[in-house]
Each structure stands twice: as structure tokens, then as C-alpha cells.
């Protein structure tokens, strides 16, 4: 205990006179959370897009102002020409072009089927598929308006049969910021976790004072224990400041216990941790592990269903989320916050983050070599 | 059994291959209980590599080697408790001060904070370092470090205290200042296990082994040495022996 007790004692003496490292530790991470959380959206908004009327009908008009008026869609009006229309798209003056044809209202009153055509650039696939959901039901709308006008066609056809009222649980506005800020919450917690202790260990490395501790009796798991535990505090220590952040600023949920919150977060980062120690054990130099750690990094985050909904991927990604600690903690901390969930109803991820934490540390220790 | 008393490390047919590379091929010494004993040779004799086996950080291919009285193989990590050592590049925490190295590694041995505190004040007053303890081991001179790092090293009163090259670099008054350091081990009955490039320093020790690519090729007291090659002083004893190993060579 004393030795452990020297050990953290001098960590925290080093890592608080680095002068780069404790903003990076303190400060940093809550400037990235602020920018992130405000600027990370997947929500649509104010898209532009090109519309050419080729109908010029009192029911274009009015598409089209119903177009103006939504908050989704920045609307620019233009005359067709097959040119213009690829040269619009090519050099990323609009999202997308919607031409309504001619002789549109004439069809639509006479009971013909019509097509509207909208071109998409779909080099970013998400939100050209956003656009075409909103345009589409933009464009349904109106068939609602002008129903008396209608009358001909057969407006069952037309529209959905079954009228679907979602209601959205656990974030009823599906505020895109309660979706984030958990997840980056996550990864910078990860992030200090995992690289800070790997990068602590390799530099001891490199200044070669890792010697000099290596002919010391010490043992092993108590140089690695004196590793970990600062960087676990200090995790935790982020987390409490973000997650106030995220309470006062961004009126952030916290429905479920503290307690539960501190319990997975100390395990999630003892397994972060353990994976940063197991690379730490197998790299000499810093860019060593900072390209092993990158790597796990990068499949950890975009894995884990911080962006992304993990149910999407396909079966063989989520089996390797398995070995994903994020992918566990990512789910938890959202649960917690969000639905108030408490340590039973999350008995799995308990067990799992648990398990996977004990193991990445022992073998971590097992694997530490005290000669060169 | 009487041997090992007398002797705080035996070394027989010690091998320490890396890939075909042979660093140390087959050596064969004693170094007895409190003498300063040289380690010698050029660079890459393999001096270096010895040394790390014999502190525990190294596994030797094959040999037997006993270090105060245990098997490296076997029980490295007693031995580490019985052992100081001070390594070629910096052992210090150079954003540390230097108090706060000595706490440190003397708590990473197992010391009490009274006893620390109390072996501090003595080791400050005896370098006379009052002004220094608290400065940051990064701001000291290349000698002062050199001398904290040597009193760091056998701070928890080892049997034997392994020097790689602890004087490269330092000015002739500091090198003096560090042998007074030497002495003061033995006479507190450490061993002093030391490899230089100054071969003036030879001079200082008890006995000396001279390393010439991986081979231990002499060995015995500066005296007998300068005898048996015929040389006035150590210089010309390692000036001969690595000619005559390169005159073969070629």
C-alpha cells in the first residue's frame, strides 16, 4: 500500500506540473464538448435547394412556398436547363433539385398520376436521404391542402393508409443534443483514460526511468495499479464536470442515479485503461502507441453506437463490439441518463464491462516485462 | 558455501546471445564482498549487457550466475531488493525535485517515510545540497545529477551497487567528488561493480576485468595487470589488449 501510495503520489506531482498536459486533462476536453455538442448534428437543417417550376400552376406556387417557409430547406428558384442543372450539383451549389413538371396541377386535377423529379447529391448519403424524406413529405403535404381541389383523384392511393403517430420516448423532442453529449462525454472520457496511461507508461520508456524502476523489487501489478488509478480519478473527475456541463448548459437529463453513473464509469475506464496498459506493454515509442491506440480508438468510437445505432450494422459488427468496452458504456450512460435505468436493469453491461475489465488489466500485468 | 559468503556475485560460462550476435560469450568471474570492481572494455564489449543480467533486467542464454548469493534465474526479484543500480541514461525524474526522487524511489523499495526522512536529512547534509533539494532534478548540472542518481541508487543500503559509466561527461573535480562517493560505499560495505571509459578510474579499483568483443581477455588487480602486459599504466594495458584482439581480427 505504501509503495502504491508513492506511486500515485508522484503521478499526480507530474501530471500537475506539466503545463501542457493539465489543460489537455482539464480544460480542453470541456472547450470540445461546448463546440462539439453545438456544432455534431445530424439534424437537417436550412438545405439547399433548387427548385425549377416548369408548371408555373397556382399549386406549384404554393409548393413552393411551402418549401420557403420550412426551416429544413433553403429555397432557390430556377429556370430548367439540363446544364445548369449538373453544373448546380457538380460544383455544390445545392443539395438537391426537385423539378415539378408541366402541365403538373392539369394532371393532378384530371386524376393522372404525376412525378415530380428530385436530383440528389448523394455523396453525403445521410442527409441527401434526410432530404428526400422531408421533400417527400413536403410534398404530400400539399396534396392535403389542395384536397377539396382534388377531389378526382383517389387521395387513399395517394397517401398513407395507416397515419403513424410516433411518440418518442426517453427524449420526446428527439433533442439531437441529448443524443450527443452523452457520446461525447464517452470519448473523452475514453480518451483520457486510454491514452493518457498508455502514453505515461511508453514515456517512462523512452526518458529511460522505466529501467531504474525495473530493478527495483517492485512488483508488477503494483507499478501498473499505480498507473491506473490516477487516470481512473481523473476520468471520473471529467465526467462530473461534464456531465454538470451538459445538466446547466444543454438542460441534459440525469433521470437515473449518480451512483449507478460512477459505478459503470469506473469500470468502463479500468477496461479502457487495461487495453491502454496492454498496448503501452508492447510499444518502445510514443508513436508506436499512439498508432496502436488510434486504431483501436477509431473502431471503438465509430463501433460503439456513438453516431451510429448499432442494430444498423451488419451481424459480424456486432460481434466484434463485443470486445467494444465504448459499446457497453456508450449504451449505459445514454440508459442512465435518459431512462433512469439502474445497475439491475443493466446487469448485463455490468457483468460484461466487469469481466472485460478484470481481463484486459491481468493480462495487461501478465504481459508487462521487467526486463528489457 | 564459504564461496559465496566471500563472493557477492559468481559468474560461470555466462552466454547472452541476440540472434547470432554473441554479447557475451562465456564469461567466467568473482567479484568478492566490498572491493570496487571494474568492469572494462570498448564500446560494444558487451559490458552493458552483463551488467543488465546481472541487475536482473536481462535473462542470460545460458551460464550460472549467483548475485548475492541468489540464482538470476530463479530469484531476480530478492536479488533486486539487495542491489542498486545506475544506469547510462538518466534514472532521474528530471520534472521532479530532487527530494521528491529520493521519496520516491527510496518508498518504491519498501522504506518507511520516517526512515527516508531521516537518511534525507543525513544525505543532505553530507553533499551539503541544503539549497538544492528543492530544485527540479531538470535544472542541476550534469554532475549534481550524477551524484543524486548514485546516492538514490543505494539509498536502501544495498550489498552491491551495479555504476553503467556514472562519470561520462563530467569535469575531473566532479569525477574526484563521485570516487569520494565510491569510497564511502565500501566503507559502508557496498560492493561497487563499475564499468568506465577513464582508465585512469582502473586505477581506483580493486580488481579489473577488461571485456573485448564478448570475451572477458584479463583480469586481476591494476598492478598485476600492468604487469603482465608489461605496461606503465592502464592505458597501455587496454591499448594493447584491443590492438592485439583487432591485429587477429584482421
Redesign the interface.
Not at chain 1, 529501467?211 to 512488483?219: A, G, L, R, S, Y
Not at chain 2, 541514461?89 to 521532479?96: K, Q, R, T
Given at each position: 500500500m505504501?509503495?502504491l501510495?508513492?506511486?500515485i503520489?508522484?503521478e499526480f506531482?507530474?501530471i500537475f506540473?506539466?503545463k501542457i498536459m493539465l489543460p489537455v486533462i482539464f480544460i480542453i476536453p470541456f472547450i470540445q464538448t461546448i463546440i462539439l455538442v453545438y456544432s455534431a448534428t445530424l439534424e437537417l437543417k436550412n438545405s439547399d435547394i433548387t427548385i425549377i417550376d416548369m408548371d408555373k400552376s397556382m399549386i406549384s406556387a404554393n409548393l413552393i412556398s411551402k418549401f420557403q417557409a420550412s426551416p429544413f430547406f433553403k429555397v432557390e428558384l430556377m429556370s430548367y436547363n439540363e446544364k445548369e442543372i449538373s453544373d448546380a450539383l457538380l460544383k455544390d451549389k445545392t443539395k438537391a433539385i426537385l423539378i415539378i413538371p408541366k402541365d403538373f396541377e392539369k394532371n393532378l386535377r384530371s386524376g393522372i398520376p404525376v412525378k415530380i423529379l428530385l436530383n440528389l447529391n448523394a455523396i453525403d448519403s445521410q442527409s441527401s436521404g434526410l432530404i428526400n424524406i422531408y421533400v417527400g413529405q413536403t410534398v404530400l403535404g400539399i396534396f392535403k391542402d389542395f384536397k377539396p381541389f382534388l377531389s378526382k383523384i383517389d387521395l387513399e392511393q395517394q397517401m398513407p393508409k395507416v397515419d403513424i403517430r410516433p411518440s418518442y420516448w426517453y427524449n420526446q423532442n428527439l433533442n439531437f443534443k441529448f443524443f450527443m453529449l452523452p457520446g461525447i462525454l464517452t470519448i473523452l472520457v475514453s480518451m483520457i483514460g486510454i491514452f493518457l496511461t498508455s502514453f505515461n507508461i511508453v514515456r517512462e520508456k523512452e526518458?529511460?526511468?522505466i529501467?531504474?524502476?525495473?530493478?527495483?523489487?517492485?512488483?508488477k501489478w503494483q507499478f501498473l495499479t499505480g498507473k491506473l488509478l490516477p487516470f481512473v480519478l481523473i476520468g471520473i473527475f471529467d465526467l462530473t464536470i461534464g456531465l454538470l456541463f451538459g445538466i446547466f448548459m444543454f438542460d441534459l437529463p440525469f433521470e437515473g442515479s449518480v451512483y449507478t453513473m460512477f459505478i459503470f464509469t469506473i469500470l468502463f475506464l479500468i477496461a479502457g485503461i487495461g487495453i491502454g496498459l496492454l498496448i503501452a506493454d508492447f510499444s518502445n515509442t510514443l508513436q508506436q502507441s499512439m498508432f496502436m491506440l488510434l486504431f483501436f480508438f477509431l473502431i471503438f468510437i465509430l463501433m460503439g453506437g456513438t453516431f451510429t445505432a448499432v442494430e444498423s450494422m451488419p451481424d459480424w459488427a456486432q460481434a466484434i463490439n463485443v470486445v467494444n468496452p465504448m459499446y457497453y458504456y456508450m449504451r449505459v450512460v445514454r440508459s442512465i441518463l435518459l431512462k433512469g435505468s439502474g445497475v439491475l436493469d443493466l446487469i448485463k453491461d455490468f457483468w460484461a464491462l466487469l469481466v472485460y475489465g478484470i481481463t484486459t488489466v491481468f493480462v495487461a500485468v501478465w504481459a508487462y516485462r521487467?526486463?528489457? | 558455501m564459504t564461496e559465496t559468503e566471500e563472493n557477492i556475485i559468481e559468474v560461470k560460462n555466462l552466454v547472452k546471445k541476440f540472434g547470432n550476435f554473441t554479447a557475451n560469450d562465456n564469461l567466467c568471474f568473482e567479484v568478492k564482498k566490498s572491493e570496487i570492481f571494474g568492469f572494462l572494455g570498448a564500446n560494444g564489449a558487451g559490458k552493458t549487457t552483463a551488467i543488465?543480467i546481472l541487475?536482473?533486467?536481462?535473462?542470460p542464454t545460458s551460464g550460472k550466475v549467483m548475485v548475492a548469493g541468489y540464482d538470476v534465474y530463479k530469484h531476480?526479484?530478492?536479488i533486486?531488493?539487495n542491489?542498486?543500480?545506475m544506469?547510462q541514461?538518466?534514472?532521474?525524474?528530471?520534472?521532479?525535485t530532487v527530494k521528491?526522487n529520493i521519496?520516491?524511489?527510496a518508498?518504491?523499495?519498501?522504506l518507511?517515510s520516517k526512515e527516508i526522512k531521516f537518511r534525507f536529512a543525513e544525505l543532505v547534509e553530507k553533499l551539503g545540497i541544503q539549497d538544492m533539494q528543492k530544485e527540479f532534478v531538470k535544472s542541476l548540472p550534469l554532475g549534481w545529477k550524477q551524484k543524486i542518481a548514485f546516492s538514490?541508487a543505494i539509498f536502501h543500503k544495498p550489498k552491491l551497487v551495479f555504476l553503467d559509466e556514472p562519470t561520462s561527461g563530467v569535469d575531473p573535480i566532479t569525477r574526484r567528488q563521485f570516487w569520494d562517493l565510491i569510497y564511502e560505499a565500501v566503507e559502508n560495505d557496498i560492493t561497487v561493480f563499475i564499468t568506465t571509459h577513464y582508465l585512469d578510474e582502473a586505477e581506483y579499483c580493486d580488481r579489473i576485468s577488461i571485456m573485448v568483443d564478448g570475451r572477458i581477455d584479463a583480469l586481476g588487480t591494476p598492478a598485476e595487470l600492468k604487469q603482465e602486459f608489461n605496461a606503465k599504466n592502464m592505458d597501455e594495458v587496454f591499448v594493447k589488449l584491443v590492438r592485439n584482439n583487432n591485429l587477429q581480427n584482421e
Open positions: 505504501r509503495i501510495y508513492r506511486l503520489l508522484k506531482k507530474q506540473r506539466n526518458m529511460g526511468t529501467e531504474q524502476i525495473n530493478v527495483t523489487p517492485i512488483e521487467k526486463t528489457v | 543488465k541487475s536482473g533486467l536481462l535473462f531476480r526479484n530478492i533486486k531488493k542491489i542498486g543500480y544506469s541514461g538518466f534514472s532521474l525524474y528530471e520534472d521532479l521528491e521519496e520516491f524511489y518508498g518504491i523499495y519498501g518507511r538514490v
